[in-house]
């Protein structure tokens, strides 16, 4: 082979592959940043849904616990209609 008869030219392709070996570990080293880089921006939307869904099943239990209660107060005040009827006759 030609680099095996002159040393510049075994130097030259010893350095271009150290070269390409260099760019070869950058890029994966500059693949695995991205990925990470991927994953912490994943991570962030997971979390910001879960705090979102906790704010809304807060929010749900809330109106579920106010609906519960007008209910109640509602049937409280059909049921004193109703005794009044019972004493007095309808409306």
């Not at 510049?8 to 880089?37: F, M």
């Not at 519960?68 to 009044?84: C, D, N, V, W």
Request: some cysteine; hydrophobic content about 35%.
């Amino acid at each position: 082979m030609l680099a095996e008869k002159n040393e510049a030219i075994d130097d030259a392709a010893t350095t271009v592959y150290q070269l390409s070996e260099d760019e070869r570990i950058r890029l994966q080293c500059q693949a695995r940043e991205d990925y990470e880089r991927d994953q912490r921006t994943v991570q962030h939307y997971i979390e910001m849904q879960a705090k979102a869904f906790e704010e809304q099943t807060k929010a749900f239990e809330e109106q579920t616990k106010a609906f519960e209660e007008q209910t109640k107060a509602l049937a409280e005040k059909s049921a004193l209609i109703a005794e009044y009827e019972a004493r007095y006759g309808k409306l």
